[in-house]
């Protein structure tokens, strides 16, 4: 944060509640009944002392005409106090329209500051955004898949997925066991197109992220989500090491990074972004029991399966 912008923070932290404030007694209905109560206050409360203390008058003088006061009485001091307490209020119009003109003014400058900082933050946030973007535009491995075995009788295949750290920590996988039925195994991934984002300028359109097998057996819609996120919702194989990060915090990168996932499955905060995700881009192996294979993310913005060694 700039040394300007920081200023202005601190302004804005005491202009801010107090605009808040302001806000609610002149643009909510319970701003306008609080007025209204304050106004009926100052305008009646005046008038039930007087009265108070006139019945203790009256009481006080004579123990045989009582405490009741006279109607005409009554009405003359509801008429004096209001009077009066009205007069008041206009005769002090300047001083109240300086002061409506003073909380206007601190309106203004709170929501002129606070659209000044959501300016530079989203300005901000988007460099961050593209500078991950551009980080992840290559090919990266996703995961291994192992096929652990194939049961012919029951048509159901068991693999092991372990999903890829690059070079954080390469002897420390996260695995998920999966069985599902079929042999004709599908992977299946969610594009995430920048097409209409202020995020990409030029260059990668498509960000790809493998969410969910399938087979010949179980359709797409009762495919098996893959649990891929680490406990702070960042996808374990968009992390990348310290030294593989350029122009960002790790706190910042995986903040973003986080924020991608959350375009996958919050559709109107994607539209907001100018992201469209769309499923599709399914890749497909029939399997053999002891086979190895790699899923791959290619540049071009697509998956593909490599198969490798059997045990």
Not at 182 to 187: A, K, R, T
Not at 266 to 279: L, P, V
């Amino acid at each position: 944060m700039s040394e300007s912008q920081e200023i202005l923070t601190k302004i804005n932290w005491f202009l801010e509640p107090i605009s808040n404030f302001i806000l609610f007694l002149f643009t909510t209905k319970g701003g306008f009944i609080l007025l209204l109560f304050s106004l009926f206050a100052y305008l009646i409360l005046p008038v039930f002392d007087e009265l108070k203390m006139r019945r203790v008058a009256y009481r006080a003088a004579s123990s045989y005409t009582g405490s009741r006061i006279p109607f005409l009485e009554k009405f003359y001091v509801i008429g004096k106090i209001i009077g009066g307490r009205s007069a008041g209020i206009i005769a002090k119009a300047p001083v109240l329209l300086i002061s409506l003109l003073l909380m206007m003014m601190v309106v203004t400058i709170s929501k002129s500051i606070s659209t000044v900082n959501e300016f530079v933050d989203n300005r901000n946030k988007i460099e961050e955004l593209k500078t991950v973007v551009k980080q992840l535009d290559k090919r990266y491995k996703v995961a291994d898949i192992f096929i652990n075995n194939y049961d012919f009788v029951k048509n159901e295949t068991t693999m092991t997925v372990n999903f890829d750290e690059g070079s954080i920590t390469s002897d420390s996988l996260k695995s998920q066991k999966i069985t599902i039925k079929g042999s004709d195994i599908f992977f299946d991934a969610i594009v995430m197109n920048f097409e209409f984002s202020k995020i990409i300028e030029g260059g990668v359109r498509n960000l790809v992220l493998p969410y969910r097998i399938f087979s010949n057996s179980v359709p797409a819609s009762e495919g098996i989500l893959l649990q891929y996120k680490d406990k702070n919702g960042v996808p374990i194989f968009f992390k990348r090491a310290d030294n593989e990060i350029y122009g960002l915090t790790t706190e910042s990168y995986n903040s973003r990074i986080a924020e991608f996932s959350e375009y996958l499955t919050d559709e109107d905060k994607a539209r907001e972004a100018g992201i469209r995700s769309t499923i599709g881009n399914a890749v497909h192996k029939k399997i053999r029991k002891g086979e190895k294979m790699e899923i791959w993310v290619e540049q071009t913005g697509g998956i593909v399966i490599k198969q490798t060694d059997e045990f």
